[in-house]
Nanobody
Framework: AVQLAESGGGSVQSGGSLRLSCAAS????????LGWFRQAPGKEREGIGA???????TYADSVKGRFTISRDKLKTTMYLQMNSLQPEDTAMYYC???????????????????WGQGTQVTVSS
């Protein structure tokens, strides 16, 4: 089964940067999609970005220009580089996966059957 493990969360001041990692394993196909979601207390879980097997990416408007999704050379780890962080970015961040290379990429949680445990990001003003 697909397993995902996020890391890299922590506390940072407004305007700072943080890099999250998602270690992925268990894929049986070369076609898949990986996504980043976040959820703040009392808020709906929000899709913030995704990447497919062709390395196409998509981002939510709220993070465009500030967040960047990438993968390592072996494509076993996905990263979320977060710059110009704001207090409203405070949330639990989740890595998600699907055994389909979506084209176009989807940001809805219903499209991703596999999830990591989450890593907390806190941005102070």
């Amino acid at each position: 089964a697909v397993q995902l493990a996020e890391s890299g969360g922590g506390s940072v001041q407004s305007g700072g940067s943080l890099r999250l990692s998602c270690a992925a394993s268990g894929f049986t196909s070369r076609l898949y999609s990986l996504g980043w979601f976040r959820q703040a207390p009392g808020k709906e879980r929000e899709g913030i970005g995704a990447i497919n097997s062709d390395d196409a990416t998509t981002y939510a408007d709220s993070v465009k220009g500030r967040f960047t999704i990438s993968r390592d050379k072996l494509k076993t780890t996905m990263y979320l580089q977060m710059n110009s962080l704001q207090p409203e970015d405070t949330a639990m961040y989740y890595c998600a996966a699907a055994g389909v290379s979506y084209s176009p990429l989807q940001l809805g949680r219903k499209f991703f059957p596999y999830w990591g445990q989450g890593t907390q990001v806190t941005v102070s003003s």
